[in-house]
Each structure stands twice: as structure tokens, then as C-alpha cells.
């Protein structure tokens, strides 16, 4: 009795363990990986997006925008891709795929200020490492000759002098990620834009799938969007945000 409660036990803990490393993020790209090239683009779909929801990454969301692509879902691969290059903006192939989609379904890139351009230069951690690094060049040329008891020089203070102005100059880039973050992409076909947040509200237009807009309030389950075409409420699960709140 004993050894077939231990054997139970031992095929389960089997199963737990294959469970669980089927569901990492790397199991989960190979699984969306050969379904991609197998044709099943809707498994691949599924696959790599659960991966990325595990471990957001560069490569796993343009994956996941081509396989979107494949399945005729323009505005969910458009998404995909916007941040696939939200992480990494020198992931060039992503790039190239929203180039090519954007010129295809004859859409718009979306509008950015200077901020939000510069911001689009270098990675989001990139930026957060910069600031942090240039503050502390500039605490630590100012105080680590007191501390040490040296005299303080011309290089010292010019480290400094350097160091706050990387700081100063980063600062915008921190601003354009924040804006940035409150652009988001139509992800259904004809999605309905209405005047109030209300199912039953006054239709204003509808959507493209992959038509740029930005977030200026939210309301319940309804998002206050502004495009180059008008301005008003849509459903939440009807546009995606380049950043998820």
C-alpha cells in the first residue's frame, strides 16, 4: 500500500514538474516557435503571448505581432510590435514589420513630441541607468574629496559639472517615456468611438485596427482617446495601451 501511495505521489510531483516547465517563458517561445512555422499561427499566438506575459521581451512580442499578423489581427500585430520597440528600440525587424503593416493597411504612425522622440532613442532602463549614474557622478565628485580629506580640483569639478549635465539633459526622456506610456492602438476593426462612457451613447466614428490614439482619462471600462481624428470614449478590451497600467 505504501509503495502505490509513494509511486501516486512520484508520477504527480512527474507532472507538476512537466506542467511547470512547459509554462516558462522559454518553453513557451519554443512551443510558439515551431507552431509558427508549422502554420498554427493561433497557437503560436497563444504561446507567445503567454511568454510574454511571463517575461516581456523584444523578440517575443515581434514574434507574437507576426503571428497576429498571420491571422489577419492588424491591430493587436501593430501593438506587438509598438512595444516590441518600446523595450528595444534597435530591434530593427520590428521596425521594419510596422513599416511595412502601417503602408499595407494605409495607417498612420503615431504623433510624438521632441521628448517623446528622444525618449525613443535608447531603452527604458537605459535611461533610469543613466539619470541614476550621472546623479551619483555628481555626489560623488562634490563629496568624496572631503571625505578622503583631498584637495578638491579643476577635474573634480568639471566630473561634476559633467555629471549634471548628462542628469539635466536625461530629464526629458523621462518625461517622453511618461507621456509616451498613455499612446495605445485600436485592436478590433471598426471599434466604436461614442461621445460618453455608456454602451448606449452617441456613436462619434469608428476605429481602424491599429489606429494610433492617446489615453486622456479613464472611466470604468471606457478610455477617453484623442486621435487625429476625433475625440472620445472607447471600450478598454477595444484598444491597447503601448504601456499597460
Excluded at 516547465?21 to 499561427?41: I, K, V
Excluded at 559639472?161 to 518625461?175: C, D, E, I, K
Amino acid at each position: 500500500m505504501k509503495r502505490r501511495i509513494t509511486w501516486l505521489l512520484l508520477v504527480v510531483l512527474l507532472n507538476c514538474a512537466e506542467w511547470a516547465w512547459g509554462s516558462t517563458p522559454d518553453a513557451l517561445f519554443r512551443t510558439g516557435s515551431e507552431a509558427y512555422h508549422g502554420g498554427d499561427y493561433a497557437t503560436a499566438s497563444s504561446a507567445f503571448r503567454q511568454a510574454a506575459t511571463l517575461a516581456p521581451a523584444a523578440g517575443t512580442l515581434q514574434n507574437l505581432g507576426n503571428a497576429e499578423w498571420e491571422r489577419g489581427q492588424i491591430g493587436t500585430a501593430i501593438l506587438s510590435w509598438e512595444q516590441s520597440l518600446w523595450l528595444n528600440p534597435f530591434n530593427d525587424s520590428a521596425r521594419t514589420d510596422l513599416r511595412f503593416a502601417r503602408k499595407t493597411a494605409q495607417l498612420e504612425t503615431p504623433e510624438l513630441t521632441w521628448y517623446e522622440a528622444v525618449s525613443s532613442w535608447l531603452p527604458l532602463n537605459w535611461w533610469s541607468w543613466i539619470a541614476a549614474l550621472s546623479l551619483w557622478l555628481v555626489v560623488g565628485a562634490g563629496l568624496l574629496p572631503g571625505i578622503f580629506h583631498v584637495r578638491k580640483a579643476t577635474w573634480h569639478q568639471a566630473v561634476a559639472a559633467f555629471g549634471l549635465a548628462v542628469f539635466l539633459l536625461s530629464l526629458p526622456a523621462h518625461l517622453g517615456i511618461h507621456t509616451r506610456s498613455q499612446l495605445g492602438f485600436a485592436l478590433k476593426k471598426d471599434a466604436p468611438m461614442r461621445l460618453t462612457p455608456t454602451d448606449e451613447a452617441q456613436l462619434i466614428t469608428r476605429l481602424s485596427p491599429g489606429e494610433p490614439g492617446r489615453v486622456q482619462r479613464i472611466h470604468g471600462k471606457y478610455l477617453l482617446i484623442r486621435t487625429n481624428r476625433a475625440l472620445g470614449w472607447v471600450d478598454k478590451a477595444e484598444f491597447g495601451l503601448l504601456s499597460p497600467r
